[in-house]
């Protein structure tokens, strides 16, 4: 794990599934997570952050196309590692096709907050 310190905010990188995952955390809280981007063979594969900074729950992915959504619902997941999971295993498939059936399987498997 790599860490960086940017003004007062830290900045850890670390590599999951092949990607590249960065995220920026509250100065004043290390423990919280303010939001994150995940990268893969240098390309965006989206970001994520925190809908209830407090709780550190609700977090929402952004995709190039935009919110990650299921159903035309925007998909809320419970926690940071969950977000990470979604943005390294289903997002980093080849097609649209793909990446709908990866996501289908994964809420099914999961309960994220909402959708």
Known sequence: MTEHR???NTV???TVNDCT???IHDSNDPTKIIYGTVER??????SLHCVDHI????W?????YGLLAHNRRTVRLD?????????TTVLTARDSFEVERRLDE???RNNPIST
């Open 79 to 87: 926690t940071v590692a969950a977000a990470v999971e979604v943005l």
């Open 21 to 23: 995952v960065t995220v």
């Open 41 to 46: 063979r240098g390309a965006l594969v989206g």
């Open 106 to 108: 994964y809420l099914q």
């Open 60 to 64: 929402q992915i952004v995709a190039g």
């Open 6 to 8: 940017l003004d007062t």
């Open 55 to 58: 709780l550190q729950r609700g």
């Open 12 to 14: 850890r990188a670390t």
